[in-house]
């Protein structure tokens, strides 16, 4: 009896010595098979500075454990692969089209400069800054254009990723086809020390976040948004938004109509400038751009200061009828200290109207000769 189940245990071993073989046959040269993740995905590190199409790249298969090694000549990141910058103190530029599926930023004083001409296509997200206390920036200038579906954090994904990243757009296009996290949103796996910064001085920035997401949020870490200049244009914010600059904010984008709706509990406060605008788009008589400002708490407040302007354009050859009004802003609360300026193509007819009570707001009305 003894004797058949050693017998037997003999060959289940020989044959798991047989699956490793052949295991051992399939992998490449050199190379050993760790765990296999269906979705794993080739890595592409960068660790020197220069352009993004120069030979800066060392790679990591999908699968392997084999180091990442020097840079290898003609290695370039491809579509449904991913890539970082993962060395101190480098600098890379792009000026030509990239589409991979997600980049990051590792290591200290990392800088990715997107130059005019160059479009990076990011098809899963933007991992942002990571690295223990390592700092690093992405900046994105006149004529450059970047697409991101799916997440966008700027800094502080995971929990050792505490240091500080920035992404400065000087110009260019940035669309989010999902939420802007400023840091990490995950209170057990995220960072609460990062340090997460978008600075949009110039370009655009459209944040078109599915319906159950916040376009725009600072996360558990120390998140800021700095609205400098640019146009913005998101149709959701869990963050106070400062149009303290000359910045335009525009719901739903210059040329369409749309809504900015805060999806927060939180106080939050939008408030605008003098040399700042707000534009708003009318294309019917209830088809016009809206800043919906309002919480469950009804602590959440709009502050227009002395001169911001408002901006008023027809879309779709559209024109407005003697006495119609719209309710361009609706709001807990709402603090114009001074008076507004109505500017733009269609501003002529126009007057506004602060309204408090069941409708608190800001109302445009319409009437020839005003």
């Keep these: 009896m003894i004797r058949t ?3 037997c245990l003999g060959c289940v071993l020989a044959g798991l010595c047989g699956l490793q073989a052949a295991s051992s046959d399939k992998a ?16 592409y590190s960068a660790r020197q500075s220069g352009n993004w199409n120069g030979d800066i790249w060392c790679l990591r298969r999908a699968n392997m454990d084999e180091g990442l090694g020097p840079a290898k000549r003609g290695a370039r990141p491809q579509p449904d692969t991913n890539a970082e910058l993962n060395g101190p103190g480098i600098t890379i530029t792009l000026s030509d089209k990239v589409t991979v599926n997600n980049f990051r930023i590792m290591r200290d004083k990392g800088r990715l400069i997107i130059k005019k001409g ?36 700027v800094a502080g994904a995971n929990s050792t990723d505490n240091g ?19 840091t990490g949103p995950r209170p057990l796996s995220s960072s609460a020390q990062a340090v997460g910064v978008y ?32 146009t913005l244009n998101t149709n959701a914010c869990d963050l106070d938004i400062l149009n303290t600059g000359s910045g335009n904010f525009s719901p739903g984008g210059d040329e369409t109509v749309g809504a900015t709706v805060l999806k927060s509990d939180a106080a939050r406060t939008y408030e605008q400038g003098k040399r700042a605008r707000f534009t708003v788009n009318v ?62 193509p269609a501003a002529r007819d126009f007057s506004y109207e602060v309204m408090s009570g069941p409708r608190t707001g800001l109302r445009l009305k319409y009437g020839p000769g005003r």
């Design 118 to 153: 160059g479009q990076l296509t990011l098809e899963k997200a933007y991992d942002g800054q990571g690295g223990f206390e390592a700092s690093g920036e992405i900046e994105v200038q006149e004529g450059a254009t970047v697409t991101v579906t799916g997440a966008f954090c």
């Design 164 to 182: 500080m990243g920035t992404f400065t757009q000087n110009g260019g296009d940035v669309t989010v086809n999902g939420t802007v996290f400023l």
């Design 5 to 7: 189940i050693l017998i």
């Design 283 to 344: 294309a019917g008589r209830n088809k016009h751009d809206q800043l919906i400002w309002k919480n469950r708490s009804k602590n959440a407040k709009v502050v227009f200061e002395d001169g911001a302007t408002i901006w008023v354009s027809y879309l779709d050859n559209y024109r407005a009828a003697s006495g119609s009004s719209f309710d361009i802003v609706e709001c807990d609360q709402i603090e114009v200290r001074g008076q507004l300026k109505l500017d733009g």
């Design 28 to 43: 490449e040269k050199g190379q050993r098979k760790i765990l296999i993740n269906p979705d794993a995905r080739d890595l």
């Design 199 to 230: 600075a949009l001085n110039n370009g655009v920035l459209n944040i078109i976040a599915p319906e159950r997401q916040v376009g725009l949020r600072d996360g558990i870490g120390k998140g800021k948004f700095n609205f400098v200049g640019g």
